[in-house]
């Protein structure tokens, strides 16, 4: 299984407090989740790669090989090119899957996949987190620790303005009084979709073994992991005009209609 | 209740076959439903309208106070104008309710709502269809013939490439050995979806008695004409940073973190 | 519209900490909810009536004319005749709403209705308990404060063992670290459900607007308010023979079968 | 993985008609799906041993280790002992797969487990039948020829009375202009549950290749072949009483409430 893990890689992160968390990025973290695994990583652009005009090479060719694409994205989400956010769409609907992580929820991707604002409460003051599992049968909350705790994190609450998902696998309880879906999945196309809330990025989170172990996980369903599940489907945009299976006596002859851009008379 | 009726009134509607089901254009047929009733019909630019270059009356403003667009739409909609679809669903999010007919499967508001091809199978020979509840509870589904039989549509079939919808309310069969999920919800934002696959433009389809009662139902379930629902939300898409409700004591002095711009020692 | 409130009416509702809550009974309170509208409240037994032998007046017939049965249990699950969980049973669905109360999630009649153990954890040291709305679309979420506090109530936690629910509109926050999916819908054949934790029989939760809002707004819901909706199917568990719609080419004689107990040749 | 089949073979199974069909009872026919894999077939009692009073084996301990079973029946549902639908529900509680094939939807157990009359329509004329995919990214449908054939089979039609399942995956179409949703999921508790509609007792159904990798693939899902989901979790039922995880500070001594049976003032 081949997986890219997208970082922003701006702002906090290069600041003295980013890298107390994460010395070289958190992505570079992300990917010591998958050491001794059969799953290969790749990195591709940064965005602050995009940003110093390093050449893009997030592209329809570069993603035609990958399973799992996971994205971390914070504070630069309208400096996406949008043939980058359209190649990644192609390929979720392809089949590919991905992994949108903490603030990824704005970013122009998740949005266009999922149709809403996908917008939240949120509160910065490093309150502890607890992650709850709701849904126990889900593969990616099989050896999770129930309601284990983060001691620091962002606030993500609720409403928060998404599709019904179509499994809501952990909530997240806030020291301050809040609740969110931090666990959701999704489905578009081939491609199986994950949100994840957790992971502000002055705070270890990745660090954390039942949070890396939710991105293993994640990783495996959303790569379809099971060799049952066909991965990519090609023809998934087709809108095939077939020929009926049964019998369908004479109906071209007796039903008024336009075939092949000829009206034809009962 | 406002509804605006909007028709792309091209290619077949304007030829013999089409004048023959219907005399003025499908819209005027669909609009006679409310006939009677306190639902306000509004028409705005057909896409013959923007065309033949008449001046676009569908705009952010003409749809402010509208409770519920009914698209209708099957040869032309690479020619919708993206600011048409922008401010539909801009709309949409803030809860104004909206029906798909037929071919609107491929119109850019409902991908753009779904984040899926929303592809099928098609055939056009005239074969009679046959429309089934499957959820009797429905507010969309109270009053329809269990089994209606339409002599002649043409056939949508599975698979149908959309995201796991809300309810399945309608399946539909056909003579020729197909099935589809021919009417399905969704929600997005504040903003409710059906989609209903009958009414292929040369036949009389929008004057049967169950297809006109399924769209008056849905209007008003689009509409939420139950008064208990709001039915506009304008902060569907805010963020807002809120305060704790709950004692995080000394939070602020505890976490290393970055505030306004600044990083805070432990 | 007709509803009927169940309360047990035992041991802490008979103690002073119980009095001191509900002077009368909490079912005395809920039906308050109901004053000056058009909702008819009617108590039946409860179950002290029941363990005093009192005649028990839950029956098919005095809830054949009931739109809504709200339940409230705590203890004495048990106590409950099967013939009282059946007629409700069957009341459900045939289309009555039903609405269980706190710890009626271990009731016999939600055990049946759901077909799982329906457990859960849960501590009782009258922490703070905050309710999010998950879900803004629903109509049983109109107007209720998002977040709102009550200042006690007893614990119930995830994991909560109960099937998939069709929508999951509240989620409880507690001081102590927990959440819960504190509101919930089925829908058992014709019959609408809600489940609501809060509710301890020594706190005044059912005093609280919200938590009366809600019962209200629940209760329309489940009685099936909307005039559209057919309020009872008395054909609920018919499983009709049918002829074909479509003609079936001389199916009778062409294919081995078994036909009124004889086999017939081919 | 170990399965148990379960077949009444009574009635037309022991008939010419019957074994023309099937040979030795549909039961020996569905094992051969399972040979030359790693699933191994185990048969306890059919319903024709337990009429004829042969010990049941049908119990708790017999289904200890059984992964899923899969069950048929369709006339003498009555006659199964109370004591084995109560030894399976547990079983399904604690994380055992079951599959219901055709007319077990009137089982007692999956009545018991989906809490539903499981009603539908019916015909019995040999009609053909056609199985669509609706949708793709399950388990269960991998491999499946979209819309394959079966030439005769028992019309099981809509409405089928059962609650909103986790996954429509397969649906049915009937010559005679009927549809089905033929492929339906649940979970209760720890235990996944597929419904499949083919399977009359008189067509040769479980000999079709497509039919039979269905089964293979529900077998393998229901019983959670992927070794990331925990097979038995045997606290299915537990209620723990749990201590909170957050300080609450006083709150033993700050609210009135019950304690060990005693009234503590505040």
Request: proline share 5%.
């Amino acid at each position: 299984m081949k997986v890219v893990i997208f970082n922003e890689y701006t702002k906090n992160q290069l600041q003295p407090i980013g890298k107390k968390a994460y010395k070289n990025g958190l992505h570079k973290e992300i990917a010591t989740i998958f050491e001794g695994t059969e799953v290969q990583v790749k990195f591709l652009s940064t965005l602050k790669d995009l940003l110093e005009h390093t050449e893009n090479d997030i592209t329809a060719q570069s993603l035609a090989d990958v399973d799992v694409l996971i994205w971390w994205a914070h504070c630069n989400h309208q400096d996406v090119p949008d043939e980058v956010v359209d190649a990644i769409i192609k390929r979720v609907h392809e089949g590919m899957g991905i992994i949108f992580l903490h603030s990824a929820h704005f970013s122009k991707v998740i949005q266009k996949l999922l149709g809403t604002p996908c917008s939240l409460t949120w509160r910065e003051c490093g309150e502890a987190e607890r992650i709850w599992t709701a849904d126990r049968d889900h593969p990616i909350s099989q050896g999770i620790e129930q309601g284990f705790r983060l001691p620091h994190e962002e606030m993500y609450g609720e409403h928060f303005n998404i599709p019904k998902p179509d499994d809501v696998i952990f909530i997240g309880w806030y020291q301050g009084g809040d609740v969110f879906r931090s666990g959701v999945t999704f489905t578009r196309g081939e491609g199986r979709i994950f949100y994840f809330q957790p992971g502000h990025e002055t705070f270890p989170t990745y660090k954390n073994p039942n949070i890396r172990k939710i991105i293993f996980n994640a990783t495996l369903w959303c790569g379809k992991e099971e060799d049952k599940i066909q991965k990519v489907n090609k023809k998934y945009k087709d809108a095939p005009n077939v020929h009926p299976c049964e019998q369908v006596h004479k109906l071209f002859h007796a039903v008024g209609r336009v075939k092949q851009g000829k009206e034809v008379d009962e």
